[in-house]
């Protein structure tokens, strides 16, 4: 097992009711093991790259309306 650590930053976090809904949309992921989100859309995740991914993880918060935010 092999643990994956990286906080992102996120669009769509406006709110505590935010962060509660994104946490109900990475509820019962395969593999993942953490996710820490605060209201300035910062996530940090923990998963066991054997059994997920980074594209994986981001699929399901996308499906739920939170996109990665690219820094420049």
């Known amino acids: 097992m092999a643990t994956q650590t990286e ?6 976090i406006r709110c505590e009711r ?12 395969e593999g993942l093991e953490g996710a820490n989100a ?8 923990a998963w066991d790259d054997e059994r997920t991914d980074r594209d994986a993880i981001l ?6 309306g939170f996109r990665e935010t690219v820094s420049v």
């Open 38 to 45: 605060n209201l300035m859309g910062q996530v940090t995740l």
């Open 59 to 64: 699929a399901a918060m996308t499906k739920a």
């Open 18 to 29: 935010c962060v509660m809904r994104l946490a109900h949309a990475l509820e019962g992921h």
């Open 7 to 12: 906080t992102i930053q996120v669009s769509g």
